[in-house]
């Protein structure tokens, strides 16, 4: 076999065995969230106001890291729960553009004011991105 | 002795939350398993492309051709490279800082290293993912309202620090 293509299969393997505790965690959780939490309390955090939901949506996504998948499947059955379209694809995109965790390490390498800056925007665009993307899928 | 991935105490946290939700009711413990069962029957196919796709990706995309095309690059190209290159990137995202610094050194500006990283977000390899949790629809705008965001948080950048707001 190809020494490049055994390096891909391992890199593979590795980068998705590497997101299986985590999914395996977060996939309990949500077993665990979904027979303990009442469904009424969705509603409440979330207001049913487009904006609000969506800035809720991404200080959530903003505040958790890791594998974007498991931002997928967490959005996915909040989706189920009710919660809208713009809050959840705001959480999605902040999950993934917004680095809190990460932040130390590219304020070091590429600059304070850079990083501090690019993940204040990023945090924005999450919810304009959102917004957006709620509105044309309504249209669609 | 071998370094144990801080992921598996996540794992573990939730198995004791488990254990001790058992002490309140077994029936409690059994239906959020049945549940969670049901969302692992359910994502298993979809992690099959994923890994395929992930395979491909991995085989085909050099990080070193990556930085090349992204130094080198000119005019709306540039724009161009920094998505593609954001998109094609794969691995934790810190492996990529050390490239991006320099980059950085090399004359590209936080512009373009803005829209690269603001494309990580979009990965090829959970597109199926993707479309099985939102749908066909959702996947497609999502990524093209992220592309043109990218590009217009890029554009800012390149303007902030051409008027010195960035030193």
Known sequence: MNEKFKDSVVKSSRSLGNSVPVLAGVVLLVGLANTLVPKSLYRMVFSRNFLLDSFIGSGLGSVLAGNPVTSYVLGGEFLKEGISLVAVTAFLVSWVTVGLVQLPAESFLLGKKFAILRNIMSFMFSIIVAIITAFLVGLV | ?167
């Open chain 2, 1 to 167: 002795m071998m370094e144990i991935n801080k992921s598996w105490y996540f794992l573990f946290v939730v198995v004791l939350l488990y254990v001790v939700t058992g002490f309140f009711g077994l029936n409690i413990v059994l239906s959020s398993l049945e549940f969670a069962w049901k969302i692992v029957v359910n994502i298993i196919p979809v992690f099959v492309v994923v890994f395929v796709v992930m395979l491909l990706v991995n085989y085909y995309v050099d990080p070193k051709t990556v930085s090349k095309y992204l130094g080198k690059s000119s005019g709306w190209k540039r724009w161009f490279f920094a998505v593609v290159g954001g998109i094609i990137s794969t691995g934790p995202i810190y492996m990529w800082y050390p490239m991006l610094k320099e980059l950085k050194e090399r004359g590209v500006n936080y512009g373009f290293i803005s829209t690269f990283l603001y494309n990580r977000a979009i990965k090829p390899a959970l597109i199926p993912l993707m479309i099985y949790y939102f749908g066909l629809n959702f996947t497609i705008i999502l990524t093209f309202v992220m592309i043109v965001m990218s590009v217009i948080q890029g554009f800012i950048f390149e303007k902030l620090e051409e008027g010195g707001e960035l030193r």
